[in-house]
């Protein structure tokens, strides 16, 4: 059974930083598009960065304004989001999900995702 596992989430103060990790179970993401997406309280789900296909690109949403990474370590099978100067509107859950296929123009549009995992927990406060 495919499963997505992320894991790094916490408590920061504004200003800090945080590295997320997706990983998958029965799924090579070397081999997958992945996308990380957030929900914060109260708000619609918004998508924040991805990884293309064997790294074709990565892109980020206007929000991030160079402030997050999105990388693959091939080895572990594993993407993460490095999670830098964080503010309290950056609270929330963040989920990874992934695609066998790229979607640069559409990235962010969560229903071309055909695995989800459970999300992990991101607080920004002071």
């Known amino acids: 059974q495919v499963q997505l596992v992320e894991s790094g989430g916490g408590l920061v103060q504004p200003g800090g930083s945080l590295t997320l990790s997706c990983v998958g179970s029965e799924l090579d993401l070397n081999y997958q598009s992945v996308t990380w997406f957030r929900r914060a309280p109260e708000k619609q789900r918004e998508g924040v960065a991805t990884?293309?296909?064997?790294?074709?690109?990565?892109y980020y949403a206007d929000f991030v304004k160079g402030r997050f990474t999105i990388a693959r370590e091939s080895a572990a099978k594993t993407v993460f989001l490095k999670l830098h100067n964080l503010q309290p509107e950056d609270t929330g859950v963040y989920y990874c999900?992934?695609?066998?296929?790229?979607?640069?123009?559409?990235?962010?549009?969560?229903?071309?995702?055909?695995?989800w995992g459970q999300g992990t927990q991101v607080t920004v406060s002071s």
């Open positions: 990884v293309g296909v064997n790294n074709r690109f990565t």
């Open positions: 999900a992934t695609a066998d296929r790229d979607f640069p123009n559409k990235w962010s549009r969560a229903s071309q995702y055909n695995y």
